[in-house]
């Protein structure tokens, strides 16, 4: 979409925004002042007012894509980088002339690389320079359509219809061709999200069992909830016009809201396609002899899942190892898919589609067939698996002395959950205890529980420095309690209880943490065109 960022002197004051002093708020709120008025010898004349000498030909890094949208501002020149944000985006106004969206859409994309950072960076500095105000903009255009949503649910305002029906009926004394139902034109579908407009709905174009119902005067149409497709929107009327492209059931029930949820936010539920199955390895797949040769064997490594105690795709483990040399060396191992789906494959098609595995409190969309998620891609226990492997030498302080990345085969020795990692950090299980608790995963290989116990409570004192070093580097706390619903026989959920997270879950987290900076670090100095296309 195209925004047009406000002036300086219209951005928002940041809520519960602490200020050193009243002076600083009143300087800055000063400078505000004149430069939403304009400068000594500068050539603004008023708050909104364009300077005509302004070469908005040159941008001046004013057009800045991210993503389908647009972000923008005048740029003058002889003026700095605080002077006001004046002109839509994607508009010239340079010289009086004004500029297409589809035009301006054209040039942003036209960009240099540098210029695009560098407008980003006069952004940034604009909001550091007025830490306690924030940007404010209305949308004057849309470019490009979502490809993400393209289906909005919500009600059918019947009751209004009704209305206007009866009112037709006065009408139509005399002539009883003007009850046909095709003559009430419109009926409204109310989206409950009021970030949505309403909609206006064909009554002809609906399907034949609501107009049935409507037809007969059933007043529990209302209770359906459906899903609207935009067809268009004209500039005159305050309403898109669309047509109704599914019909869930009654809002009421759990099942059709989830349904509705899934598809207005275009979540896959359905079979993996006939075409993706021939990808899949079969059942009986074990590792090649080849990928012994080719990857690193990590098979006699201490190496252990940490998951929820009902987990069935185990895509992550840990490992942790002392050196001589007073470091740690940790290991995180990601399982390797890749090997299994190739890309521009059937599989590899719609696993970008599905995007993501979504989890829901009874149910559960996988992004990969569960031979993958589950078995031959899944790090069970005991079986060889293929990984991704990054390995850190870390020194007392949490500080990365070296790192190795690079494709692994492992073994792992169990499969822990959070509450027996908690169990043994708290000291509940230890290298003496362990054997008085029946609930224990089983152990593969010939590493015993004290290796286990060991690695456990040395990755948990490391996790705790990790995690206190990316605070105090200024890392935002975003945790929050989780709600845990309880349902009944039928699947309907009766009672909730807040879950709060454990320093086991902080634990696993940490490492995950860094395992995304450092892979986010490596592909930005190997690719850095791509990172450059998608600042800021």
Sequence with gaps: ??????????????????????????????????????????????????????????????????????????????????DELNGPVGY?????????????????????????????????????????????????????????????????????????????????????????????????????????????????????????????????????????????????????????????????????????????????????????????PSNTWEVPEEEFQNRRDLRNLCIFTIDPSIATDLDDALSVQRLPNGLVRVGVHITDVSYFVLPDTALDKEAQIRSTSVYMSQRKIPMLPSLLSKDVGSLNPGVDRLAFSIFWNLNSSGNVVDRWIGRTVIRSCCKLSYEHAREIFDGMIDAETHNNFRDLPQLHGHFEWADVIGSIKCLHEISKTLREKRFDDGALQLESCKIVFSFDKHGVPYDNTLCGRKDSNFLVEEFMLLANRTAAEIISRAFPECIAAEAP
């Design 92 to 280: 010239n106004y340079a010289n009086g002339n004004h500029q297409s969206p589809s035009d301006s859409s054209h040039v942003a994309h036209s960009m240099g690389q540098s210029e695009v950072l560098n407008g980003v960076g006069r952004m940034c500095s604009m909001i550091s320079s007025y830490p306690s105000k924030r940007p404010t903009c209305r949308v004057v255009a849309i470019i490009e359509k979502s490809p993400r949503r393209d289906a909005i649910t919500g009600f059918l305002n019947v009751k209004q219809w009704f209305y206007y029906k009866e009112g037709c009926k006065k009408d139509a004394k005399k002539n009883k061709s003007l009850l046909s139902i095709s003559n009430c034109e419109y009926i409204e579908i109310m989206p409950p999200d009021p970030r949505f407009p309403k909609l206006m709905v064909v009554v002809s174009s609906l399907h034949n069992c609501i107009k049935k119902r409507l037809e007969d005067e059933d007043e529990t149409v209302e209770m359906e909830l459906v899903a609207a497709q935009i067809d268009k929107w004209s500039d005159e009327s305050p309403f898109p016009e669309a047509h109704v492209s599914y019909i869930f059931g009654r809002g009421s029930e759990m099942e059709s809201q989830i349904n509705a949820i899934l598809h207005e936010n275009a979540v896959c539920c359905s079979e993996f396609s006939p075409e993706s199955l021939p990808c899949l």
């Design 1 to 82: 979409m195209v925004i047009e960022v406000d002036p300086l002197s219209f951005w928002t004051k940041m809520k519960g925004s602490n200020e050193p002093s009243n002076n600083l708020s009143t300087a800055e709120d000063s400078n505000l002042h004149l430069e939403a008025n304009g400068k000594a010898g500068g050539s603004r004349q008023g708050k909104s007012k364009l300077n005509m000498d302004c070469k908005y030909a040159d941008f001046g890094n004013s057009l800045v894509p991210h993503k389908g949208f647009y972000y923008g501002y005048s740029s003058c020149a002889g003026e700095d980088v605080h």
